[in-house]
């Protein structure tokens, strides 16, 4: 059951994904990583040492971008020569760059509390974006949409709950059938390092 949320919530997941696929400043955006709880140097009073503190499962890093398609699988849907990759934002987003280093396609991973994106399908329509159309895509995770936007190229959206957050995956490209991008979004969802 999706939990439902208040406008500012919905409006706080918007401007949060907005700002994992590159629309705000980096003074804008929150922190991408929460301190992690240090314990205190000498460990415990019984002379054990210290041992390291995991974040909370609500801030977990999603799996990196650009484990779930390898370059070799881009080269071979989108038929062109070799590809390199160039990960950014901590592993959050991934370019797939020709010998020029021209973008050919950017993958992009962000992990949302449930409350906050309303679950999967709205996660994976917010992800998407543009003006342009949007159709889902059944079969690929728990929702996927795949979508035009004039100003970024074409993109295939989807998202997988797990717990109380959702994982979401966008895979955008400046020009690309429609074919190759939902082939992509497969080989994504499939990876084993898929987020879900």
Do not use: W
């Not at 994904?17 to 980096?26: E, H, I, R």
């Amino acid at each position: 059951m999706t939990a439902r949320v208040g406008p500012a919530a919905t409006l706080a997941g918007v401007v949060g994904l907005a700002c994992l696929l590159g629309g705000c400043d980096a003074g804008d955006a929150p922190p991408k990583h929460p301190a992690a709880t240090v314990p205190a140097p000498g460990g415990d009073a019984a002379g054990a040492p210290p041992r390291p503190t995991a974040p909370a499962a609500s801030t977990a890093v999603p799996a990196s971008s650009c484990d779930l398609l390898s370059p070799t699988r881009v080269q071979e849907v989108l038929a062109v020569g070799p590809v390199r990759t160039r990960p950014a934002d901590s592993g959050r987003t991934c370019e797939y760059v020709d010998p020029d280093q021209r973008r050919l396609l950017t993958v992009t991973v962000g992990d949302f509390p449930q409350a906050m994106v309303g679950g999967p399908i709205d996660a994976a329509r917010t992800t998407a974006t543009g003006t342009g159309p949007r159709e889902s895509v059944p079969g690929v995770a728990d929702a996927a949409v795949i979508y035009r936007d004039p100003v970024r190229g074409d993109g295939f959206a989807f998202a997988r709950a797990h717990g109380e957050m959702v994982t979401s995956v966008d895979i955008n490209a400046p020009a690309i059938s429609r074919d190759r991008l939902i082939a992509l979004g497969r080989t994504a969802a499939a990876a084993p390092g898929a987020p879900g």
